[in-house]
């Protein structure tokens, strides 16, 4: 219901500009500054749109992940010289929540200290096994899966895991950590 709703106001926006649009179309009067103040007017409604989109994203994550069953998965990676990641699956209380196929563009920026939310979804307060499998090329160019796993304790605050992919050189190979931010 509410995606209908900001549906048909984002709709309703988008008509209003494509009027203001065709009115421009039309010839000007005697007046020259008529069509500036219209492209004007164009212009703040773009905007006001553009504030209002940003204002109903907010509230539909609001609505949809409310802070007492939130729960938020990010993937980061260092440097990334013994392990070129592939893929991520990720598994809450032994049940599969996200599955994540990587391109070699969002590998790279993950390499130059981005970050990925890999999942964002609702759980219910108490403790929670996570577990998640990753896939990818390892040392000496051979096909690599491994696993991190651990339980965390969800409380009436939102909840935010890191799931993390470091070089270690003394062994080298990846290590694979998870963490509470």
């Given at each position: 219901?509410?995606?209908?709703?900001?549906?048909?106001?984002?709709?309703?926006?988008?008509?209003?500009?494509?009027?203001?649009?065709?009115?421009?179309?039309?010839?000007?009067?005697?007046?020259?500054?008529?069509?500036?103040?219209?492209?004007?007017?164009?212009?703040?409604?773009?905007?006001?749109?553009?504030?209002?989109?940003?204002?109903?994203?907010?509230?539909?994550?609001d609505?949809?992940?409310?802070?007492?069953?939130?729960?938020?998965?990010?993937?980061?990676?260092?440097?990334?010289?013994?392990?070129?990641?592939?893929?991520?699956?990720?598994?809450?209380?032994d049940?599969?929540?996200?599955?994540?196929?990587?391109?070699?563009?969002?590998?790279?920026?993950?390499y130059?200290?981005?970050?990925?939310?890999?999942?964002?979804g609702?759980i219910?307060?108490?403790?929670?096994?996570?577990?998640?499998?990753?896939?990818?090329?390892?040392?000496?160019?051979?096909?690599?899966?491994?696993?991190?796993?651990?339980?965390?304790?969800?409380?009436?605050?939102?909840?935010?895991?890191?799931?993390?992919?470091?070089?270690?050189?003394?062994?080298?190979?990846?290590?694979?950590?998870?963490?509470?931010?």
């Amino acid at each position: 219901m509410l995606k209908t709703t900001i549906i048909n106001l984002l709709l309703f926006c988008w008509a209003s500009i494509s009027c203001v649009q065709a009115q421009e179309l039309s010839p000007p009067t005697a007046d020259n500054d008529a069509p500036q103040s219209i492209e004007q007017q164009v212009q703040d409604l773009k905007k006001e749109v553009i504030a209002l989109n940003r204002d109903l994203f907010i509230l539909e994550e609001d609505l949809l992940f409310p802070s007492s069953t939130q729960l938020v998965v990010y993937v980061a990676m260092d440097m990334g010289s013994y392990f070129k990641l592939d893929a991520v699956e990720l598994k809450i209380d032994d049940e599969t929540v996200s599955q994540y196929l990587y391109t070699q563009r969002q590998v790279s920026a993950l390499y130059r200290g981005g970050v990925q939310r890999l999942y964002i979804g609702n759980i219910s307060q108490g403790d929670h096994q996570i577990s998640a499998f990753f896939t990818g090329i390892g040392p000496q160019d051979r096909p690599y899966k491994r696993a991190v796993s651990g339980t965390f304790n969800k409380d009436s605050d939102a909840k935010a895991l890191q799931l993390n992919i470091v070089d270690s050189s003394s062994k080298q190979q990846p290590e694979f950590t998870l963490t509470e931010l």
